[in-house]
């Protein structure tokens, strides 16, 4: 499958129509006599905390991952800013939080909005600065052209436009993307996790002189669970240990590709999940480890992540980062080490951790982390170890609580949010209670780029 001559022409126009720095002053760059890396962002979908080696699980085989886990940095707080797959998704490439998108957390293939084009995506902040762009995987930000990948500074894209569940008989059929026409209609989701990884493979190994931003958005462990005929049957924990262990396979493939070409010491991978397990699958979904609930909730099991960074001569060699971090501190921590400024138009909510990642013990002061659950609601509020819950949710229905608002956990000494101590702490809950009434205030008087047009 390759593009079609139109497709090379209108890539190539519509990145002569990008916006430049000079066009927009809002968005500066610096100068930077350091090589710019390579990012590579490994996005699964559905995973939990749980479900690897290096996190505990005792069935599920996860030898590459496990890997560069001891040879890079894993975070034990490290968060994706949703538990729904859109709005993660969004918050990645935008360093925002979802809330600020204009639309809800989860896109149908109906609907009709996506990623606004005066977002500012990671993809382009990337290109403009040299980058070659590629992503191979699920989109699910917006299935109308305009809305996707090519039009958002992805030079190169192949895959589902959102998740792999969307089908016949409720929705219309599954399509395969490439760039941006239809190839295939219901592929068989058996080659997905294999296709990706060889386009993937194949990006990597391309002579090039520039940098390049490789971003794979598996579209598993999603339910339907649909692993290649080799992993089928293969693990102890399942169809969807199968699932994982293929997946850990396709990140062997590709960190390997990167060490073939001799590019590890310039290339930083991200490896994370999009939200946490789904839980009501039972044992078609995956674990959460230590923490309350899963995908769909703001407690801690639907939002906190895997996280690994590994960069090989500058990541310190098995280290592990115990603060807060995000998905959408990716966001800012590439553009930094590419040697761009972040947007100043608009708010972005990352931070750049790239401090941490060389070994510093801290990136400074960092903002509150919001949580937003189904709707884009305000559901909870973390500063420092406490969070407070306003309003809660779970996809098993389960009130844990039995109703009690607000909750608050000390995160450091209950992670797992089993002990309510609001009633202890006063002065916490009045101190988050008036963040929350500012942040809102403040999100509402911003709205979205759609409110503006």
């Not at 918050?91 to 957390?105: E, M, N, Q, S």
């Not at 699958?281 to 099991?301: L, Q, V, Y």
Request: overall charge negative; proline content about 8%; aromatic content about 10%.
């Amino acid at each position: 499958m390759r593009p079609s001559s139109f497709m090379l022409i209108l890539v190539s126009v519509l990145s002569a129509c990008a916006p430049s720095p000079g066009e927009d002053s809002s968005i500066n760059y610096m100068d930077s006599d350091t090589k710019r890396p390579n990012i590579v962002v490994l996005f699964l979908d559905d995973a939990g905390y749980g479900d690897f080696g290096y996190t505990g699980n005792p069935l599920i085989r996860t030898p590459n991952i496990d890997r560069i886990a001891a040879e890079g940095m894993r975070f034990t707080q490290f968060y994706s800013a949703s538990p729904a797959c859109t709005a993660s998704r969004y918050a990645l490439l935008t360093g925002r939080l979802p809330v600020r998108a204009g639309f809800g957390w989860v896109l149908t293939p109906n609907s009709p909005r996506g990623v606004h084009p005066e977002e500012w995506t990671l993809a382009e902040g990337l290109r403009d600065r040299g980058y070659a762009t590629a992503i191979y995987g699920k989109w699910h930000l917006g299935r109308p052209e305009e809305y996707l990948p090519l039009q958002h500074g992805f030079d190169e894209y192949l895959g589902l436009p959102y998740s792999n569940d969307m089908q016949p008989p409720r929705w219309i059929s599954l399509p395969l993307i490439e760039g941006n026409e239809v190839v295939e209609l219901d592929p068989d989701q058996t080659l997905l996790t294999a296709t990706f990884t060889r386009r993937a493979v194949e990006f990597i190994e391309r002579d090039r002189q520039e940098p390049f931003f490789l971003y794979v958005p598996y579209s598993m462990p999603h339910l339907p669970l649909m692993p290649g005929a080799a992993f089928a049957g293969g693990s102890p924990r399942g169809t969807y240990g199968d699932v994982i262990e293929e997946l850990d396979w396709s990140i062997g493939e590709i960190i390997g590709a990167i060490n073939k070409r001799g590019l590890a010491k310039n290339t930083l991978v991200f490896f994370t999940s999009d939200n946490g397990p789904w839980i009501i699958k039972n044992e078609h979904g995956g674990s959460a480890g230590p923490f309350r609930d899963g995908k769909g909730s703001t407690w801690e099991g639907g939002m906190r992540e895997p996280g690994i960074a590994w960069w090989p001569g500058t990541v310190p060699k098995g280290s592990v980062d115990h603060e807060v971090a995000t998905t959408m501190d990716i966001y800012v921590t590439a553009l930094q080490l590419a040697g761009a400024r972040v947007p100043t138009d608009r708010t972005v909510d990352g931070h750049d951790i790239s401090p941490r990642l060389r070994g510093s013990s801290s990136s400074g002061p960092r903002n509150p982390l919001y949580y937003y659950g189904p709707g884009q609601k305000l559901h909870a509020v973390r500063q420092g170890p406490w969070k407070m819950h306003i309003m809660t949710s779970s996809q098993t229905g389960i009130d844990y609580f039995e109703a009690k608002l607000p909750l608050l956990f000390h995160l450091e000494r209950d992670p797992g949010e089993r002990w309510d101590v609001a009633d202890q702490f006063p002065e916490v809950i009045e101190r988050l209670e008036s963040l929350v009434s500012t942040h809102v205030t403040d999100v509402a008087a911003e709205g979205s780029f759609f409110d503006r047009n």
